[in-house]
C-alpha cells in the first residue's frame, strides 16, 4: 500500500507541497540591502500537515499550524519555522498518522479523539501586551515564545475569555492601546452566537458581549471603527444536520441577504442590522465613521460566484475557483436614519483580482490613505490555482485621496504571499515605511523575503533575504520590533 500525500492535488503539490520543516538557519543570503530601520521579527503563520491528510485529500486551511519567524537586525537576517504544539499536533505525533477528518467536522474523526481540541493554530500571528498568540478561528489562540517559538499553551486573555473559539484576525485601536477580538459560533456547530472581545492594553477582557447573529456563517474577516465594532453577516451558511452527514461545513445561499451587525463598542447596546444583497468578503480593508456613516471598505468577491463554497443545494465543493473578480468595495450605513440599507460603492471600475489587503495598522479603525495588497493579472505568469493562495503576481498600493495605484509585477519564478507595512521608526507619517512580502518559488527549491520601500511599490524590492529551502505558504502575519520582544522575554524570564 502506498503512504504519503496525494499526488495529483494542488492543494499538495508545486509551490503547495508540503514542507513539515523545523529549521534555524543563520546568516541569510541577501540581496541588496536590508534598510537599518528594519530591527524586529516577521512572524506569519500557515498550514503545513504533519501527517498525509486522513481522508485522502484536503483543503488547504486544514492543516497543522506552523509558524514561521524573519528575523530582522542590523541588516542581517535569519529564519526560523516551528510546528504549533497543539492538542491535535500532539495527539497525531503519539499515534504516528492523521486522526482528524474533515474541515471543522469533528463527526469524521477517529473516535481515539472524541473531543480533543481540533483547533490548528494556522492562521495569523499577532503580537499584545506582550504576548505572541498564533490564532485559527476555531479554537483559543496559542501563545508561542518569540524567541524560540515554543509552544507556550491556549491563552484565555487571564481567564477573561469564555468563549471557546476566537477569531483570527483581531484588530489594534492604536488609540486605546487595544487589541479587538471576537469569536462567532461560539456556542457549538451552527450556532448564531457572537461574542465581542475587547482585549485591553494589559490583556485582560474587561467584558464580554454577546449577541446573536441572523443566522450561523462564516466570518474570517470583521472591523471595528472609533465607536463601533462591525460584524459582517454573509450567506456562506453552516447547516449544521448536513454536516453531521459530512457536508462541507460552509454552503453558498444565495436567497439570504447579507448583514452588517453596528455594535456599540462600549458595551452599551445590541447590534444593529444592516441589509444588503448577498455578498462575500474574505477580507477587509479597514472601516471608519464620518458625517454620520460608518464605511467598511472589502476585498469583494463578485457576487455571482463568491469563492470556494458549494451552492446550498449542491452535494459536491467546486474543485475550482471561477475567474470571477475580487474588488475593493465601500460598505456604508448612515447612521442617522431609520434606513437600515447598506449601501455599496467600487472604488475602481476594473476587473480587479485582489486578496490580503492591508493597511498601515496605526490607522485602524480611523480613516486610512494608503492600502497595499496582492493583485492577480490573469494575462502574466502565475500559479493557475486559485486555491494555492500564492496565485497573485503582484504587489500594489492604492492611494484613497488620489486613486493612484503603484504596482510591481513578478517574473514567472516567485509567487506572492501577504504584504506587509512596517513604520520606518515610532511616529512617523501614514504609509513611510516597508514593505516586507514573502515570495516562494514556483518551481525548485528556495524562497524568499522582499523588501519594498512602501511608497514606491514600483521600483521593486530594495532588498531580497533568500532562504535556501522550501517552506509551505502561509496565511497572515505581523511584524513585532526588536523592543517589544526584548521586554517580553523579560517579563517572562521575571515570571519563570
Ligand atoms: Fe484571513
Known sequence: MSHGFPKNSPVFSGVMSPSRVEADILDLEIEGELPPQLNGSLYRAGPDNRFPPMLGDDTIVHGDGMITMLRIQNGRASFRSRYVRTDRFLAEEKAGRSLFGAYRNPYTDDPSVAGVDRGTANTNVVFHANRLLTLK?????????????????????????????????????????????FGYQAKGIGSNDVVFLPVNADGQVPRETWFKAPYPCLMHDWFATEHYALFPVSPAVTFPERVKKGAPYYMWDSTKPSYIGVLPRDGSGEPRWFKG??????????????NGRITLQAAMASPESPPMFPPADAAEPPKEWKNGTIKIVNWSMDMSETDDRIEETDLIDDDLF?????????????????????????????????LSVVSFNGIERRDELTGELDTYWTDDRWALGEPLFVPRQPGCAEGDGFIIAPVFRIEG???????????NIAQGPIATVHVPFHFRPAFHGNW??????????AKRTAHA
Open 137 to 181: 478561528e476555531d479554537a483559543l489562540p496559542i501563545e508561542i515564545d518569540p524567541l524560540t517559538l515554543e509552544t507556550i499553551g491556549k491563552w484565555n486573555a487571564e481567564g477573561t475569555i469564555t468563549s471557546p473559539v476566537v477569531t483570527a484576525h483581531p484588530h489594534p485601536d492604536a488609540r486605546t492601546g487595544e487589541l479587538l477580538m
Open 277 to 290: 444583497p448577498a455578498r462575500f468578503a474574505m477580507h477587509f480593508v479597514n472601516a471608519w465613521e464620518e
Open 354 to 386: 485582489i486578496e490580503f489587503p492591508r493597511i498601515d495598522a496605526r490607522f485602524e479603525t480611523v480613516r486610512h490613505r494608503y492600502v497595499w495588497w496582492l493583485r492577480k493579472d490573469f494575462r502574466r505568469p502565475s500559479v493557475p490555482h486559485l
Open 445 to 455: 527549491q528556495g524562497n524568499a523575503y522582499m523588501v519594498f520601500e512602501a511608497m
Open 480 to 489: 513585532v520590533t526588536s523592543e517589544e520582544i526584548d521586554v517580553a522575554v
